[in-house]
């Protein structure tokens, strides 16, 4: 099984990306899981322009293939205005709209406070649902006093982090894709110059 870890920060170090990373360590411990790291910050991803997703090229498209090829994802993202930063919000507008159907998300977020740790409710969970996918339970909300000289010194933190890679993993083993229901409606990507 191949889990894709999504880092929506475009920082660098990152504490988003640190989470991932440790989420990536602790699938990979899993003997039948492949995992990695995705950071969008190294990757140039177009803005989306409305064109059919099988169109892109170069780097954009390497990441959609990435994303699509995984059977599992853990999904991070900084808090930015209350809500996933904008280089995440690209990446799914990119994405063809059944890359994500029937695939556990764990989801994870890094807030400044823990101001905003219901936006992983209220932001994060519906864009999953679009996507007919699977959004595990026990969402990881990390702030700032849970890092300290560049790694994450909260104990409760880590073992929430390691329950919600664990239960990504259990979910993608026994869950059948096809188990996502019924397709979405189709919505047109069409443009004013198709008519
Ligand atoms: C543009 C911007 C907007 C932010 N908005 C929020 C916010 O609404 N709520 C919050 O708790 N933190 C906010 N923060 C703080 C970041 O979410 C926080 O520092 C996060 O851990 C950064 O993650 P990173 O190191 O992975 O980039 C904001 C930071 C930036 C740069």
Known sequence: MELLAISGSPSDPSKTALLLELAVAR???HDDVSAELLALRDHDVVFSDGRDPADYTGDTRAVIDRVVAADALV???PMYRGSYTGRLKN???????DAL???PVGLVATGGTDHHFL???HELKPLVGFFRAWAVPGAVYANNTHFDGGALVDDG???RLDALTDAVVTFA???PRDAAGAAAPDIPRRSLREG
Do not use: H, Q
């Open 157 to 159: 933190v880590r073992d």
């Open 75 to 77: 999904v991070g993202t």
């Open 101 to 103: 159907a029937g695939k």
């Open 27 to 29: 699938a990979a411990a």
């Open 119 to 121: 936006a992983v409710e």
């Open 91 to 97: 990446l799914f507008d990119v994405l063809p709209n």
């Open 173 to 175: 083993r026994r869950m």
